[in-house]
């Protein structure tokens, strides 16, 4: 009759159990296929494209390219990405990315990123993860979090929208956090340029000097991560201290007394004085050992002293 639909349902090719209530769904209980879709799942539903439940899963649920479910209980895996409309209660792994409204208990693991734009009482293990509102543990490259009001960052850059929860990595930054760009000069590397990212009374520095001091007939540098604690004795002046790791290129013919890449660990003192709002001053000594990666054997040891601006940015 005019005005009346029947409802579509998306074809399936495979074979499989099912069930039917009496509200008119479909319900797989083994479903083995090219692609699939049911309006719910209570057991195993495998198909070499895509998977889908428009309702509920409850099992596992496994595809070649995608997998799509409303509810999410139990595991659903896929080769590209794996997709849940509702917050996940299990398992969500994915070679690229997987996404979910938020993780009421459980875990997200993809290759590529994590997506949970919601609240997140689980893990997340990706290169880049993000949530929502994060109460529980991000791990990877890239962690990003609205809020962090609870729960633990992990990973080589963290970023949040508040200062409450825990971070641990190379770079954290929130709200708080005061970003200086460094240029100065020294004695272990002649010009340098790097970003020092300061947070409550910890800071970390990541940079690139050029023309390593002893081999300057060609180009050479250095790529050093720095970790730190400061001490602001004024509102212009602070002191700080901290250890940093310098991998160096020579970008020379391996030779035995002219390596062709060496490493440095060097401890700095350091003392800044705040010009203005925008601009400040940088001196620094301290003392570096520099040795070979083959055989960790010592290549010279011996003091260091640097010095430049800093450019404040907000």
């Known amino acids: 009759m005019h005005g009346q639909e029947t409802p579509r349902r998306i074809a399936n090719i495979g074979?499989?159990?099912?069930?039917?209530?009496?509200?008119?769904?479909?319900?797989?209980n083994l479903v083995?296929?090219?692609?699939?879709?049911?309006?719910?799942?209570?057991?195993?539903?495998?198909?070499?494209?895509?998977?889908?439940?428009?309702?509920?899963?409850?099992?596992?649920?496994?595809?070649?390219?995608?997998?799509?479910?409303?509810?999410?209980?139990?595991?659903?895996a896929a080769m590209i990405?794996?997709?849940?409309?509702?917050?996940?209660?299990?398992?969500?792994?994915?070679?690229?990315?997987?996404?979910?409204?938020?993780?009421?208990?459980?875990m997200q693991l993809s290759g590529v990123a994590n997506i949970a734009d919601g609240v997140v009482r689980g893990?997340?293990?990706?290169?880049?993860?993000?949530?929502?509102?994060?109460?529980?543990?991000?791990?990877?490259?890239?962690?990003?979090?609205?809020?962090h009001p609870r729960g633990v960052q992990v990973g080589l850059f963290n970023f949040s929208r508040d200062t409450i929860g825990c971070k641990f990595g190379l770079v954290s930054i929130n709200p708080s956090t005061r970003i200086d760009l460094m240029t100065f000069a020294g004695s272990s590397t002649k010009i340098n340029l790097a970003l020092r990212f300061k947070n409550r009374s910890t800071?970390?520095?990541?940079?690139?000097?050029?023309?390593?001091?002893?081999?300057?007939?060609?180009?050479?540098?250095?790529?050093?991560?720095?970790?730190?604690?400061?001490?602001?004795?004024?509102?212009?002046?602070?002191?700080?201290?901290?250890?940093?790791?310098?991998?160096?290129?020579?970008?020379?013919?391996?030779?035995?007394?002219?390596?062709?890449r060496l490493y440095a660990l060097q401890l700095h003192v350091n003392v800044d004085y705040?010009?203005?709002?925008?601009?400040?001053?940088?001196?620094?000594?301290g003392y570096g050992m520099t040795r070979f990666y083959r055989g960790n054997e010592s290549y010279r040891n011996r003091a260091l002293v640097e010095g430049g601006l800093l450019i404040h940015y907000k």
């Open 15 to 28: 074979i499989g159990h099912h069930t039917n209530p009496t509200d008119g769904s479909r319900v797989g």
């Open 203 to 260: 800071y970390s520095i990541i940079g690139f000097g050029t023309h390593y001091i002893g081999f300057d007939a060609r180009f050479s540098g250095a790529l050093y991560y720095r970790l730190g604690q400061y001490f602001d004795l004024s509102p212009r002046w602070s002191v700080s201290s901290d250890v940093g790791y310098y991998h160096i290129e020579t970008f020379e013919a391996e030779q035995v007394t002219r390596p062709r």
């Open 81 to 106: 990405s794996t997709i849940t409309t509702r917050p996940l209660y299990g398992v969500q792994l994915a070679g690229v990315t997987t996404v979910s409204p938020g993780i009421a208990c459980g």
């Open 274 to 285: 705040r010009i203005n709002k925008i601009l400040g001053l940088y001196i620094s000594t």
């Open 123 to 147: 893990v997340q293990i990706s290169g880049y993860n993000y949530a929502g509102i994060l109460n529980g543990v991000q791990v990877g490259l890239i962690n990003v979090a609205d809020s």
């Open 32 to 76: 083995v296929g090219l692609f699939g879709y049911v309006d719910s799942i209570r057991g195993l539903q495998i198909n070499l494209l895509n998977s889908g439940a428009g309702k509920e899963m409850r099992g596992v649920q496994l595809s070649g390219i995608a997998s799509v479910t409303g509810i999410t209980k139990g595991l659903q």
